[in-house]
């Protein structure tokens, strides 16, 4: 990936929404172990880790909006359909097999995680179909 | 798209990165261009044909017309 201005600040941002991931997640995770979140905080507590998760979408949104190089800004939406319809399939893939009782089941965020190995399908789909210029 | 800017670059003794610089874009996207994989946009295409002050359609070869001359 080529390292413009606006990929810079992209990291940064993946960055500190990953600490605040693991901070939320930690502090969520130890207030339902130990009980100490009222009944009536529980919903919000339990969506707080999700936040951060949401923000890394949001990021790579406002990463396409602030590239200013339209070739490598071409090649990161090509990137993050691929990213989109890899996680798809796989999520529907493993709903069927989930529903034939043939796997077990698999929490749903596990498909963020699908989600940016597909981003890495898409910079191999676009190196071998652009070579050089596919970064 | 097929077009000019390899030969101008040449004539000009530009690396592939110093076009890149002076249209403010990465080599990447020059090497790109050059190479036909990627056709840019309009106002990408015109700040290339005013660097080289030339017409747009001098740089890239309209596939119309190519197809055309190819019948």
Redesign the interface.
């Known amino acids: 990936m080529v390292r413009t201005s606006a990929w810079r600040r992209y990291n940064w941002r993946v960055i500190w929404l990953t600490l605040a991931y693991a901070i939320l997640l930690i502090a969520a995770v130890y207030g339902f172990k130990h009980k100490l979140i009222p009944s009536s905080l529980t919903y919000p507590i339990a969506i707080l880790p999700a936040l951060p998760i949401i923000g890394l979408f949001a990021a790579m949104g406002r990463y396409l909006v602030e590239e200013q190089d339209e070739f490598v800004r071409m090649l990161m939406v090509r990137q993050t359909l691929w990213a989109s319809g890899f996680a798809l399939s796989c999520a529907t893939i493993w709903g069927f097999l989930e529903n034939f009782d043939l796997t077990g089941h698999l929490d749903g965020y596990y498909i963020v995680i699908v989600w940016y190995f597909g981003l890495g399908v898409g910079s191999v789909v676009n190196k071998l179909t652009l070579g050089e210029g596919g970064c | 798209m097929e077009n000019r800017l390899r030969i101008l670059r040449a004539e000009r003794n530009w690396s592939q990165q110093d076009l890149a610089e002076r249209l ?3 080599r ?2 020059v ?3 050059e ?1 036909g ?2 056709d ?2 309009l106002p ?1 295409a015109f700040r290339i044909a005013e660097l080289f002050d030339r017409p747009i359609e001098e740089i890239f070869v309209s596939p119309s017309r190519r197809s055309s001359k190819a019948i």
Do not use: D, G, M, W
Request: charged share 15%; hydrophobic share 30%; aromatic share 8%.
């Open positions: 403010e874009v990465s990447q996207s090497n790109a261009i190479t994989k990627y840019p946009s990408l």
